[in-house]
């Protein structure tokens, strides 16, 4: 049997170029010119939260008027900006004069005299989409996309609960297998993005929420946890429900609700960091660091967290990391998940006691111990 060539996208890649596509759900404004340098504030597009849904007013049949005559009774002109309740028309009946007020809040948009109705377009709230990175802006070509290029560090996560965010990057524990207390979270964390080492309890969530955190990176989140972050019921085997469906990628969205953002790098339960995922994180205390879904990174196909610098240009394109001697990997498989060693040799093929062959490799662990894994049970976390 020949020899597979197994490759993975490593889950931590230093100074390699980014691709970051900002889209807007519905048709909007550009706001940057192509060329234009970008921070990660620096709001790019600007786009409807909703669709308007006009509302008819049926002002002949309130008025009593005859067709042909209701734009005469307007109180304002067409393009006009009503509130919900201000009069928009109105004709004498006698003494006294009657009134039609609106309905919503929005524009006078058109009036149909053969049926005697005005149409009201509400007022809907504009989004304005920030960048969330340092880069440049290298396409623009409709309404709804900018994309732009960045340089910096990629630390791939395994899901993104929440919006995506950005924030100076606050590392608040020395370690990654330790979790964060409630009061490590302080004035200093408002708007940033935390790291917070194994994992964050569901009341050191709700403190980071009402002081106003923009997100936290852990190693792995308990079922508990998960409530508090996704508002779930209270139900203990409902939030343990949730943790399977997230284990296994079966959700959709990705929670924007959440009041807090939280990238997890490991999976469910209580699995500390890898290490040398932390260790990254934490030589990047201050510098500006982006949580994003796989599908605002081009190429990608996890979410991650990215740390990128003002005026950094160029970068490596990432590459795909042979499993191959030399490389550092973590283990996968619920029994060792999160469990970090190097590998020693090319993969081999493993003839297990059912008789069924499988590729594995031999993973050398920090305590020196070594065992062969199988390759679907492995990822990549940093080149040789």
């Known amino acids: 049997m020949e020899k597979p060539l197994v490759k993975q996208m490593p889950a931590l890649s230093r100074e390699v170029a980014l691709i970051v596509e900002r889209r807007a759900g519905l048709p909007g404004e550009v ?18 939260s909703s669709v308007p849904r006009p509302v008819t ?78 880069g440049e802006v290298i396409e623009a070509d409709d309404s ?36 964060l207390p409630p009061d490590a979270i302080d004035e200093r964390c408002r708007g940033a993005v935390v790291v917070a080492g194994m994992t964050v309890s569901s009341a050191a969530l709700r403190r980071m929420a009402s002081l106003g955190v923009a997100g936290v990176v852990v190693g792995s989140l308990s079922a508990t946890s998960i409530q508090a972050v996704l508002g779930i019921s209270s139900s203990e085997a409902q939030a343990d429900r949730w943790a399977a469906r997230l284990r296994h990628g079966s959700w959709s969205g990705g929670f924007t609700e959440a009041p807090v953002s939280v990238l997890v790098t490991e999976g469910f339960g209580r699995w500390p960091m890898a290490r040398p995922l932390f260790d990254s994180l934490a030589t990047h205390e201050g510098h500006d660091a982006a949580l994003l879904f796989a599908t605002s990174i081009r190429g990608e196909t996890r979410p991650a967290c990215l740390i990128t610098r003002a005026g950094a240009t160029g970068g490596r394109e990432a590459a795909p990391v042979p499993v191959r001697d030399g490389v550092r990997v973590r283990l996968t498989d619920p029994g060792r998940l999160g469990q970090v060693g190097v590998c020693r040799g090319d993969p081999v093929l493993d003839l297990r006691l059912d008789g069924v062959a499988r590729w594995a490799v031999a993973v050398e662990f920090d305590n020196g111990a070594r065992r062969l894994v199988p390759l679907a049970n492995l990822d990549v976390l940093t080149a040789p």
């Open 144 to 179: 709804q996309r900018v994309v732009i290029k960045a340089s910096g560090d990629r630390i791939a996560g395994a899901v993104l609960l929440g919006k995506e965010v950005c924030g100076p990057l606050r590392v608040l524990t020395d370690r990654p297998d330790r979790e």
């Open 31 to 48: 706001r940057v010119p192509v060329g234009a340098r970008v921070e990660p504030s620096t709001v790019v597009l600007s786009a409807p």
């Open 57 to 134: 007013v049926h002002v002949a049949r309130e008025l009593g008027l005859s067709s042909g005559v209701v734009r005469r009774h307007l109180t304002r002109p067409l393009g006009s900006q009503v509130s919900a309740g201000e009069p928009i028309a109105s004709a004498r009946r006698g003494l006294r004069t009657a009134q039609v007020t609106a309905p919503i809040t929005g524009q006078l948009a058109e009036v149909d005299e053969q049926l005697g109705t005005v149409t009201i377009t509400p007022a809907v709230a504009s989004i304005d989409y920030a960048a969330l990175v340092h």
